[in-house]
């Protein structure tokens, strides 16, 4: 499979515990977008991610999360202390350079509890 | 503040029945304009880009225009599998990445 891949697909956190969330950019990409959709509003950006360098983080919250795509392995987008108000739909997006479409991945949807 | 909208939030249609969906934007200065579509419980799916006003793309029963304020998708004889959401996205000159601004999509349903 050749697309975005997304783990886990549905996560479930009680308050106060960690999410983390795992994105692999399609082959050939170098570029990874993290967006949160919430019940009812639209997709909204979070951070752009180039390997182990975050290029904007302009959408993400100054507290709690944090987001990284090492030189190895997949991206990983983390929500510490998650609170009722993250349970969302995330999604990552991957793209290359020289290409401004964005291919996006099947989504974690976070429920906490 | 660059801003996405559009309408109509919800539309129905017979299927064969012609329509289209409005994209509205407000942007400092367009590098390009998106639409994609995404079914429920999944990813949205890339369908277009479009980067200049009176520029057009198409793929099967649907069409994209762009305008200097707004893009439309139009719908040429729908069928009930062309049901879904359809999402627009711009993306502004100038950011220091390329996030894309999104609309809250208008979910399409066509009955049979």
């Known amino acids: 499979n050749a697309g975005v891949m997304q783990n886990p697909r549905h996560l479930v956190r009680r308050r106060g515990q960690e999410a983390r969330l795992r994105c692999s950019p399609m082959?050939?990409?170098?570029?990874v977008y993290w967006y949160r959709q919430l019940p009812e509003e639209g997709l909204k950006f979070m951070v752009y991610?180039?390997?182990?360098?975050?290029?904007?983080e302009s959408g993400m919250p100054k507290e709690r999360f944090s987001a990284e795509f090492p030189k190895e392995g997949p991206s990983i987008l983390r929500i510490q202390q998650v609170v009722r108000g993250d349970s969302a739909a995330y999604f990552c997006?991957?793209?290359?350079?020289?290409?401004?479409?964005?291919?996006f991945g099947p989504g974690t949807r976070l429920t906490v509890t | 503040e660059d801003q996405v909208t559009q309408s109509p939030e919800a539309l129905r249609l017979q299927e064969g029945e012609s329509s289209s969906l409005n994209c509205s934007y407000t942007?400092?200065?367009?590098?390009?304009l998106f639409w994609y579509r995404q079914d429920p419980g999944k990813g949205p799916e890339f369908l277009f880009t479009?980067?200049?006003a009176g520029e057009e793309k198409e793929k099967e029963r649907l069409k994209a225009t762009l305008t200097k304020k707004e893009s439309f998708l139009h719908i040429t004889a729908p069928k009930p599998e062309d049901s879904a959401t359809y999402l627009c996205?711009?993306?502004?000159?100038?950011?220091?990445?390329?996030?894309?601004?999104f609309g809250k999509g208008t979910t399409l349903s066509v009955s049979s």
């Open positions: 997006a991957s793209g290359t350079s020289g290409r401004d479409e964005q291919y």
């Open positions: 082959k050939g990409h170098s570029h």
């Open positions: 991610l180039q390997k182990e360098n975050i290029i904007d």
């Open positions: 942007v400092s200065g367009l590098r390009g």
């Open positions: 479009l980067y200049s």
């Open positions: 996205a711009v993306q502004a000159v100038g950011q220091a990445g390329t996030a894309l601004i």
